[in-house]
């Protein structure tokens, strides 16, 4: 293509103009590379946070009169709730839905839980606490504690209790030392402190003490049933629809991890506003840095096209060239700026704080490469379509008699 | 002898706001086939206006104009560019190379751009062309780095690729110095003797008018006389 040929001649007899335009594009894309690598990472890392330590999804009995009574279902669902009114909310046939869920392909681990409110007594001192009984071989199965204890040890045994560092300060609780359990159910007894954690998540050292599910059973009146299963997945962006399948299969409520979490939503939606404003702004300044030297191209050259414009040669010719002109600069610019993009973002990544943890967490293979390629392409020529009409337009004679 | 060009009643008038530039009052020219006809008359005469209407750069306020047997005048833009690019050839006081090519794809340009590429059978004609302005050597060399009369006789090579019917040519020896004027004078003279290539010439050098087979001259807006150029020699 003859237009293609005169485009690259014209980018290529000017080197140190195109090399500053072509520059100046890559360092646009590296902004955006840059930008959308630390928000992807940004969220990546709070969901990682929020999914490593809690479950992905949480099994509990259908909530009572959940539904709103309409038509022909009113009084079946009356009925129900009748029913449910005299009945403890817990699932009787944990073990039978336990094996259910174990045989689902992406399950990694499961926790039958017994959870309730209480209060923890020591001398004076009482702080609500919220009580979580599980299985001790399970004890790390949805939340990490033995890897995270500070002091003590994970073996919860008949009488063990394992509670936050915050809770265990408030109380001035240490590890060995006993400590009185009173529950809403108006199960009472001392238990002793087994070990110390410290996720780091405020709500868990703050607020919650693990005991056994045998512990916990007297304690709460359930000698049978749990109160919820808790479930962690291989991919935990699948929890919806996992969650969807265990209710229907189930019966039970299943609840992913983003419905207990909104606010985590709301804070990455918010996060991925400002990023795609600053995306926005660096594509703007991608457009206007090419419309500029294109439409100053496109003046230098008046005398020139103008010349070939005499000779009859089609205005569309012309405006080809300058938007290929675009176009390449749009292509080279976008792809020197990927690399440079994915070049920073790996070394930011790769620095580490005094701790070994990475200040700034980068994902640099979620630089939305294809996506800013395509549009900084598409951008520059769009941005030379300006020039391009205005060198087509032209007047042959101007340019001769200049 | 068939006729290449024929225009009558040519009427320019320039508007500037309120005022009207008359220009050309009522030209009627025609040229035959294989003619080397300058055009002269004293400076502001409309010599450059009357080229640029016989050449589809302008449009005339008013006459009829019929080159190689069409009517011009109803032309939409698009027709008069490719009527330009394959009937038409331009040489202008500058010679208005192309910077960024070479020789040879200078005079290519005009038939490669509309074709999409120079292929084998241009890039032959183009050293050809290049060849008969004595240039062979210089194909490949940068429009640039060519000297003033090797530009202009570039230019002629380049006026001529696409086989035109007539070549336009507005003081092509203006910007020359006597040997220079001499050699691109005696290129028109050997292309319209040799192949029969129609020119119109505007100079204002009585050299160059002197070796036309024919002269028109302009004075005030109108043809004053068509002589046999022999007549004028002295
Ligand atoms: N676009 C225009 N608007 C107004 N007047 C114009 C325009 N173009 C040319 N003229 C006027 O038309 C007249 C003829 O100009 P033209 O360039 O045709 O003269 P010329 O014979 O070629 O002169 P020279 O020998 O100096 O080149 C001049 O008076 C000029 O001022
Ligand atoms: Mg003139």
Same mark, same amino acid.
Request: glycine residues 10%; aromatic residues 4%.
């Given at each position: 293509?003859?237009?293609?040929?005169?485009?690259?001649?014209?980018?290529?007899?000017?080197?140190?103009?195109?090399?500053?335009?072509?520059?100046?594009?890559?360092?646009?894309?590296?902004?955006?590379?840059?930008?959308?690598?630390?928000?992807?990472?940004?969220?990546?890392?709070?969901?990682?946070?929020?999914?490593?330590?809690?479950?992905?999804?949480?099994?509990?009995?259908?909530?009572?009169?959940?539904?709103?009574?309409?038509?022909?279902?009113?009084?079946?669902?009356?009925?129900?709730?009748?029913?449910?009114?005299?009945?403890?909310?817990?699932?009787?046939?944990?073990?039978?839905?336990?094996?259910?869920?174990?045989?689902?392909?992406?399950?990694?681990?499961?926790?039958?839980?017994?959870?309730?409110?209480?209060?923890?007594?020591?001398?004076?001192?009482?702080?609500?606490?919220?009580?979580?009984?599980?299985?001790?071989?399970?004890?790390?199965?949805?939340?990490?504690?033995?890897?995270?204890?500070?002091?003590?040890?994970?073996?919860?045994?008949?009488?063990?209790?394992?509670?936050?560092?915050?809770?265990?300060?408030?109380?001035?609780?240490?590890?060995?030392?006993?400590?009185?359990?009173?529950?809403?159910?108006?199960?009472?007894?001392?238990?002793?402190?087994?070990?110390?954690?410290?996720?780091?998540?405020?709500?868990?050292?703050?607020?919650?003490?693990?005991?056994?599910?045998?512990?916990?059973?007297?304690?709460?009146?359930?000698?049978?049933?749990?109160?919820?299963?808790?479930?962690?997945?291989?991919?935990?962006?699948?929890?919806?629809?996992?969650?969807?399948?265990?209710?229907?299969?189930?019966?039970?409520?299943?609840?992913?991890?983003?419905?207990?979490?909104?606010?985590?939503?709301?804070?990455?939606?918010?996060?991925?506003?400002?990023?795609?404003?600053?995306?926005?702004?660096?594509?703007?300044?991608?457009?206007?840095?090419?419309?500029?030297?294109?439409?100053?191209?496109?003046?230098?050259?008046?005398?020139?096209?103008?010349?070939?414009?005499?000779?009859?040669?089609?205005?569309?010719?012309?405006?080809?060239?300058?938007?290929?002109?675009?176009?390449?600069?749009?292509?080279?610019?976008?792809?020197?700026?990927?690399?440079?993009?994915?070049?920073?973002?790996?070394?930011?990544?790769?620095?580490?704080?005094?701790?070994?943890?990475?200040?700034?967490?980068?994902?640099?293979?979620?630089?939305?490469?294809?996506?800013?390629?395509?549009?900084?392409?598409?951008?520059?020529?769009?941005?030379?379509?300006?020039?391009?009409?205005?060198?087509?337009?032209?007047?042959?004679?101007?340019?001769?008699?200049? | 002898?068939?006729?290449?060009?024929?225009?009558?009643?040519?009427?320019?008038?320039?508007?500037?706001?309120?005022?009207?530039?008359?220009?050309?009052?009522?030209?009627?020219?025609?040229?035959?086939?294989?003619?080397? #006809?300058?055009?002269?008359?004293?400076?502001?005469?409309?010599?450059?206006?009357?080229?640029?209407?016989?050449?589809?750069?302008?449009?005339?306020?008013?006459?009829?104009?019929?080159?190689?047997?069409?009517?011009?005048?109803?032309?939409?833009?698009?027709?008069?560019?490719?009527?330009?690019?394959?009937?038409?050839?331009?040489?202008?006081?500058?010679?208005?190379?192309?910077?960024?090519?070479?020789?040879?794809?200078?005079?290519?340009?005009?038939?490669?751009?509309?074709?999409?590429?120079?292929?084998?059978?241009?890039?032959?004609?183009?050293?050809?062309?290049?060849?008969?302005?004595?240039?062979?050597?210089?194909?490949?060399?940068?429009?640039?780095?060519?000297?003033?009369?090797?530009?202009?006789?570039?230019?002629?090579?380049?006026?001529?690729?696409?086989?035109?019917?007539?070549?336009?040519?507005?003081?092509?020896?203006?910007?020359?110095?006597?040997?220079?004027?001499?050699?691109?004078?005696?290129?028109?003279?050997? #292309?319209?003797?040799?192949?029969?290539?129609?020119?119109?010439?505007?100079?204002?050098?009585?050299?160059?008018?002197?070796?036309?087979?024919?002269?028109?001259?302009?004075?005030?807006?109108?043809?004053?006389?068509?002589?046999?150029?022999?007549?004028?020699?002295?």
């Amino acid at each position: 293509m003859f237009a293609l040929k005169v485009a690259r001649r014209y980018l290529t007899s000017n080197p140190a103009q195109t090399v500053l335009l072509v520059t100046g594009v890559a360092l646009g894309v590296t902004v955006f590379i840059f930008i959308t690598a630390l928000i992807e990472g940004l969220a990546i890392r709070l969901t990682d946070q929020v999914t490593a330590n809690s479950a992905h999804v949480t099994l509990e009995p259908p909530t009572r009169l959940a539904e709103i009574l309409t038509g022909d279902e009113a009084v079946r669902t009356e009925g129900v709730a009748l029913v449910s009114t005299f009945q403890r909310r817990q699932i009787r046939a944990w073990r039978s839905t336990a094996e259910l869920i174990t045989r689902q392909p992406g399950v990694s681990a499961l926790s039958p839980q017994i959870s309730g409110n209480a209060f923890l007594v020591k001398g004076e001192a009482v702080q609500p606490v919220s009580v979580t009984g599980l299985e001790p071989e399970g004890l790390d199965a949805i939340t990490p504690i033995t890897p995270n204890l500070v002091s003590g040890q994970g073996a919860l045994g008949a009488d063990g209790l394992l509670i936050g560092t915050q809770l265990a300060e408030d109380l001035g609780l240490t590890a060995g030392q006993p400590v009185l359990l009173r529950t809403d159910r108006g199960g009472e007894r001392l238990l002793t402190v087994r070990g110390v954690f410290k996720t780091g998540l405020q709500s868990l050292d703050s607020r919650v003490a693990f005991l056994s599910l045998q512990t916990a059973r007297p304690l709460f009146d359930l000698p049978e049933g749990v109160t919820n299963i808790e479930i962690k997945l291989d991919d935990p962006g699948r929890a919806r629809e996992v969650a969807d399948f265990l209710a229907g299969a189930t019966g039970l409520r299943a609840t992913p991890w983003q419905e207990k979490n909104l606010n985590l939503e709301d804070a990455l939606e918010a996060q991925g506003r400002t990023g795609t404003l600053i995306q926005l702004f660096s594509l703007i300044s991608i457009v206007i840095g090419v419309a500029s030297a294109l439409v100053l191209s496109a003046y230098r050259r008046r005398s020139e096209v103008g010349i070939m414009r005499a000779f009859g040669i089609s205005g569309g010719f012309i405006v080809a060239v300058f938007m290929l002109q675009g176009l390449l600069i749009g292509l080279a610019g976008g792809l020197l700026g990927c690399v440079s993009g994915y070049g920073l973002c790996t070394f930011l990544a790769s620095l580490t704080d005094a701790e070994g943890n990475a200040p700034l967490p980068i994902a640099p293979e979620r630089g939305g490469y294809v996506a800013v390629l395509i549009l900084t392409t598409l951008g520059a020529v769009l941005a030379s379509a300006f020039p391009a009409r205005s060198a087509s337009r032209i007047d042959p004679l101007e340019a001769i008699q200049q | 002898m068939s006729r290449v060009l024929q225009a009558r009643g040519v009427v320019m008038t320039f508007r500037n706001g309120d005022e009207e530039t008359e220009v050309l009052r009522g030209i009627d020219v025609a040229l035959e086939t294989g003619e080397l #006809v300058a055009l002269v008359g004293a400076s502001g005469s409309g010599k450059s206006t009357l080229l640029s209407i016989l050449g589809l750069l302008l449009r005339p306020t008013a006459g009829e104009i019929e080159i190689a047997g069409q009517r011009v005048e109803g032309m939409s833009e698009r027709a008069r560019a490719a009527f330009r690019n394959q009937r038409l050839g331009f040489v202008f006081q500058f010679h208005h190379l192309l910077p960024d090519f070479s020789a040879m794809e200078n005079v290519a340009f005009p038939a490669a751009a509309p074709a999409g590429g120079i292929s084998p059978e241009m890039r032959r004609r183009a050293l050809s062309l290049l060849d008969r302005v004595g240039l062979a050597d210089r194909a490949d060399f940068p429009a640039t780095r060519l000297s003033g009369g090797q530009k202009q006789r570039v230019a002629i090579a380049r006026a001529l690729m696409n086989k035109p019917d007539l070549v336009i040519a507005d003081e092509p020896t203006g910007n020359l110095d006597l040997r220079s004027a001499g050699q691109v004078l005696d290129l028109m003279e050997e #292309v319209n003797r040799e192949d029969g290539g129609t020119f119109l010439i505007c100079t204002h050098d009585e050299h160059v008018a002197a070796r036309c087979s024919r002269r028109i001259q302009l004075v005030d807006g109108r043809v004053q006389a068509q002589d046999e150029g022999s007549d004028h020699r002295d």
